[in-house]
């Protein structure tokens, strides 16, 4: 399937990775992202669930470790289920199937600013050291070099709800050290910035990119690498980051997707449109 | 009993959506999108008119393409399943349109504050964000009860709100299910309301089940019978997305060149819209399985 290869999106990545354990079942880089998103879903959790990846995320989390998770969508849907077939956009409507409530995009960006929303996804075009993420200008307004979608409900997300995953592709032109616009704000400028702006709560917690994945320091709330996928090294993530990127002295590996897993991902994108290489 | 506001597409948007108007479209986000309203728009040659509304997935993207579009209040502009919106790029970064950009929060915020008749609603979203320092409609204030930090969101009240929904009496009394997104708002918020309908039914089939009337009758101007006014968005309880529609739209918007003959296929050519789409795929887009409610009772 292709994919538009711009800002604001996965780019696709050639080679299908093989799992040591199980060479005749390999899986896609994508699948794995997927499978890394679903896993920072804990069961019961309340999330508001983005489009594209986040939403086969959802899909897998529910159909894996968090049977009791709720799905929360910007277009006014609240879900307790999966959607019974696969789903391109989150308005397709065997996501309207026997949902738990169909509504106003007021009524669910109530419950976000609530703060009953326990985590949110969000994909980036470009990102900084404080999670800040911009999906709107590149080169910013006064000097536009690209324009982008914009917002959507992604900076109500960022600035809602408890926390947010950011899902994109780990390129250096869009890990820079400071974003040219904050369309959805991070950490600002660090551990302090969003009381002293008035934001209630929450922060990225995670970044998941096409190289690995990213936490954020407690104290200095700068971005730090975790753990890196199966067949990346530190040194190409560190290459890959327009900033000297702190590495977690005890960096893992991303588990790979179970067989489990894969099985189910392949039933929610069986044209493996999102998830394809 | 009050007089026909059934009218042609044509008289509709020719009445209702002048030159300079604003409007609010795709309220609903992404599903009951009036395609068919923006082609007759582009049709039409409308010019230097405000678009208003969450996230209208290639809608915008159309109607900026078309020439039609002099400012864009919005959240998002683009195309969902394969990102960018090419004719919207190209018109901001060569600086043709003027864009206040909004999140899908204040959005629904701004209209909220025109259905109320407030000139303001707060919010807790976008402190510190690029749109908060970009859009003059969103301002920091303190709230007087608790202190606390809030973003005042400026009243939206455009001319006209183009909606789709699923049926409507002649009157404008007019049942949508589904997700709804911000259309209950932006009726109420607009000066005129224009519904494309897919069917035109008897008032006793409206007023059986008011709670799923989408708005008050009263306030709409025009009533269109539009079936399949909202394809390639799907329309819940009448047909499916059509996702290779926006998966072609992406080759069929990246140049300037390409949109033209987009445009004079789809939108200037004399055959019926229904034809262009050929029988083969109206049907692959109609229900597989029907799931109806259960009946509930007004009576007394």
Known sequence: ??????????????????????????????????????????????????????????????????????????????????????????????????????????????????????????????????????????????????????????????????????????????????????????????????????????????????????????????????????????????????????????????????????AMLRRYDPQGYWTSD | MPTSRLVSLTEAIARFAPDGSSAAMGTALESLIPFAAGREIIRQRKRDLTLIGPISDILFDQIVGGGCVRKVRAAWAGNVITGSGYNFRRAVESRNIEVEDHSNLTIAMALRAGAMGVSFMPARTALGSGLYDTNSSLKAITCPFTGDAVTAVAAITPDVAIVHVQRSDEYGNAHSWGNLGVTREACLASKHIILTAEEIVSPDVISSDPNRVVTPGFRVSAVVHAPWGAHPSPVPGYYNRDHQAFIDYQNESRTPEAFAAWRAHWVDGSADYLSLLGEERVASLTLKMHALAEAVDYGY
């Open chain 1, 1 to 262: 399937m292709a994919i538009d290869n711009t800002y604001g999106q996965v780019s696709p990545v050639p080679a299908a990775l093989a799992r040591a354990d199980q060479p005749q079942r390999p899986y896609t880089r994508s699948e794995l992202m997927v499978a890394a998103a679903a896993r920072e879903i804990s069961d019961g959790d309340v999330v508001f669930v983005g489009m594209r990846l986040p939403l086969l995320g959802f899909q897998l989390a529910k159909s894996t470790h968090a049977p009791n998770a709720v799905g929360v969508y910007e277009l006014g849907i609240i879900r307790e289920s999966a959607a019974p077939e696969p789903i391109l956009t989150m308005g397709d409507l065997p996501n309207l199937y026997r949902a738990q409530w169909l509504a106003d995009t007021a009524d669910v960006m109530g419950l976000l600013q609530q703060g009953i929303v326990d985590a949110s996804f969000i994909g980036g075009a470009q990102v900084d050291r404080f999670g800040n993420l911009n999906t709107t200008y590149i080169g910013g307004l006064e000097k536009i070099e690209m324009r982008l979608p914009g917002s959507g409900g992604a900076c109500d997300l960022a600035s809602l709800a408890k926390r947010h995953i950011i899902i994109m592709a780990h390129e250096k032109r869009r890990f820079v050290p400071k974003v040219d616009y904050i369309t959805s704000p991070g950490y600002g400028d660090g551990a302090g910035w969003r009381e002293r702006v008035g934001l209630p709560r929450g922060g990225p917690s995670t970044v998941i990119t096409t190289l690995g994945v990213m936490r954020f320091d407690p104290d200095s709330k700068e971005m730090v690498l975790a753990s890196i996928h199966p067949g990346v090294t530190v040194d190409r993530v560190v290459e890959s980051t327009g900033w000297p990127l702190r590495v977690s002295p005890n960096v893992a590996q991303t588990p790979a997707p179970s067989a489990a897993e894969l």
